[in-house]
């Protein structure tokens, strides 16, 4: 039953509507009491007349009876005596019958069983136990009281008054309240329909307004902020919105740029190349020299294409790379960094810088080799490019009991500190043409950086230009599903 109701609520339109629940809410509120109430006091009153009346028979046919045993009615059934039982038949609009002790009739208001013989178990049992009683019959409609008529010497009962009310002119009564109630509960449940119905219309109306501010925002980001203040909760959603519209401003921006930026440095290396084969077309007799050095440029471009695509891959790979693609696994941190100094001891040699290694102890984490080794391998080589022929680049390893930490520290041209904020952007270089010179396409950081928070850890910066630049890196040995709270 609760389960088919909470189905029917979830499940249709209607009553999915808060103003629709709103509306019934209010509707049951101003109704319920109102029937409730009516049918207490129409159950109260019929009860509660009845009653009356009961103990007002019963006293009136106490007395008559006492007076019936003054005068020995029993014995001679006077005139005075039938007027007096008629007078209280009729005051009590009932049916009046004395019984003698054979249960024959001895009078009867509606002279109809005059002189027959009543066998009724409540006169049977009056006559035994000689106490007055009475009962109402709600099917027949009518209460029926017996009295005993005790002798003159006795105390027994010796006669029984036999009183019948008919209970019809109660009944029409409560009949004729019952229409005036449900008068009064239609008129209650109209009036409460209309001010419902009203209210809710009003209640809902600024999310009315809101839902339609949200549909009018259509392509673009540039509509004024929503503001309806009517409740702290519409106020909320639409602080919610507006953030989330104005982080979307952003994110839109960010792509905006991020697409001129990519055409831009993919179109560099083809124009390079275009003015270099151009200039061999149209050179007429170049000499061998020239033609393999022009040569030479274009391969140089053709490889620097190569590279951009290559990081733009890669950054690619990282954004749609969600946390559950991650290959994590158990690793020797000292082993892979190792294996990447290897790599990149050629490079040093020939730049002629001195690559030190410094572990401080043998630290296994969980992380993703691949990405990892990408990360830390994107700062290392960094640190050999931007350095000073006869410097050096000093890896270090270290861990506590949660995190443990890479630093690559260099002896290079350092980071300007206004630039140092920018440098993990994507395409961001401090000096595009010594950058460029040296191979860098502005990506790497970034890539870096994104391989980092993958293992919700964090890189920082510290450089003093003109001596040298400290990357650190501190990652959780064990790795965490959800991102460590800001
Ligand atoms: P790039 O491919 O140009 O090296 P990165 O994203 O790796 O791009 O780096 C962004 C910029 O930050 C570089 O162009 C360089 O100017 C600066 N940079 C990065 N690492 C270092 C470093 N170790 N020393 C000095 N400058 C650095």
């Known amino acids: 039953m609760k389960t088919l109701l909470s189905r029917i609520l979830k499940n249709s339109r209607p009553f999915r509507s808060l103003k629709f629940r709103i509306f019934i809410l209010m509707m049951l509120i101003g109704v319920i009491p109102s029937v409730v109430t009516c049918a207490c006091i129409l159950l109260n009153y019929e009860n509660q007349t009845i009653f009356e009346k009961t103990v007002d028979a019963t006293n009136q046919g106490r007395a008559l009876s006492n007076h019936l045993t003054e005068i020995a009615f029993l014995n001679n059934v006077g005139e005075e005596a039938l007027s007096e039982l008629s007078a209280l038949s009729d005051y009590l609009s009932g049916r009046i019958m004395v019984i003698d002790s054979d249960l024959r009739v001895l009078s009867d208001t509606y002279s109809l069983s005059l002189g027959k013989t009543v066998i009724s178990r409540e006169v049977v049992d009056c006559f035994l136990t000689g106490q007055s009683n009475s009962s109402h019959n709600k099917k027949e409609g009518y209460i029926e009281l017996t009295i005993p008529i005790t ?103 960010s792509r905006e740029e991020f697409v001129s930026n990519v055409s831009h440095e993919l179109k560099t290396p083809l124009a390079s190349m275009k003015v270099l084969s151009d200039s061999l077309r149209e050179g007429g007799d170049i000499p061998v020299e020239v033609y393999r050095e022009f040569m030479d440029d274009i391969a140089e471009e053709v490889d620097r294409e190569n590279q951009i695509i290559t990081d733009l891959l890669s950054l690619v790979k990282m954004d749609r790379t969600s946390e559950n693609a991650l290959n994590i696994d158990m690793y020797d941190i000292n082993e892979i960094i190792e294996r990447i100094l290897k790599t990149l001891r050629p490079i040093a040699e020939k730049e002629n810088v001195e690559l030190i290694f410094e572990s401080m102890r043998s630290v296994s984490a969980e992380v993703d080799e691949t990405k ?24 270090s390893l270290d861990a506590d009991h949660q995190f443990f930490a890479v630093t690559v520290e260099d002896s290079g041209i350092g980071i300007p500190e206004e630039a140092q904020q920018h440098i993990f952007e994507r395409f961001y270089r401090v000096d595009k043409s010594h950058s460029r010179e040296i191979g860098g396409t502005g990506l790497g950081l970034s890539i870096a950086r994104s391989a980092v928070l993958m293992h919700r850890g964090a890189v920082k910066v510290t450089s003093v230009e003109g001596e040298g630049t400290t990357f650190t890196i501190r990652i959780p040995l064990k790795y965490l599903t959800q991102a460590p709270k800001a």
Not at 372 to 395: D, T
């Open 151 to 253: 002798g003159i010497d006795s105390s027994e009962a010796e006669g029984v008054m036999l009183i019948s009310i008919s209970t019809e002119p109660i009944r029409d009564s409560v009949e004729t309240l019952r229409r005036k109630s449900w008068i009064f509960v239609v008129t209650v449940s109209i009036f409460v329909f209309v001010i419902s119905l009203t209210l809710s219309q009003l209640l809902l109306r600024p999310f009315v307004r809101m839902t339609k501010a949200i549909s009018s925002i259509r392509e673009g980001f540039d509509n004024e902020a929503i503001t309806i203040p009517d409740y702290t909760e519409t106020e909320a959603l639409t602080d919610a919105f507006n953030d989330l519209m104005s982080r979307m401003k952003k994110l839109d921006d």
């Open 372 to 395: 990892f080794s990408l990360a830390i391998m994107n700062f290392v080589e960094n640190a050999i490019k931007y350095n000073k022929s006869g410097g050096y680049v000093r890896v």
